[in-house]
């Protein structure tokens, strides 16, 4: 069964920026979305970014202008660019792959804080 690996995940001053990594262990078929959600401690996930097989890109409003997702569709990774993080993007952020199966990876956790 075909598993996501999230990485780049840490700690980081408020401004700072990292950049997520999201590896498929095997091939996917058939993907027409590639994501990243995250989630906070005592609230629901949510939708960070979203890239679809047409090349159509959505972000959270809370996130536009600061972050960028990106593809490789031949390596089915999906990467997530942050700038300027703020300490309200502290959460544990998931990747999301969408094909006849929807795929998750376990998270990575990013703290910002000074």
């Known amino acids: 069964q075909v598993q996501l690996v999230e990485s780049g995940g840490g700690l980081v001053q408020p401004g700072g920026s990292l950049r997520l990594s999201c590896a498929a262990s095997?091939?996917?078929?058939?993907?027409?979305?590639m994501a990243w959600y995250r989630q906070a401690p005592g609230k629901q996930r949510e939708l960070v970014a979203v890239?679809?097989?047409?090349?159509?890109?959505n972000y959270a409003d809370s996130v536009k202008c600061r972050f960028t997702i990106s593809r490789d569709n031949a390596e089915n990774t999906v990467y997530l660019q942050m700038n300027s993080l703020k300490p309200e993007d502290t959460a544990v952020y998931y990747c999301?792959?969408?094909?006849?199966?929807?795929?998750w990876g376990r998270g990575t956790q990013v703290t910002v804080s000074s």
């Open positions: 999301n792959i969408q094909s006849t199966t929807a795929y």
């Open positions: 890239i679809r097989s047409g090349g159509r890109i």
């Open positions: 095997g091939k996917i078929f058939g993907v027409y979305a």
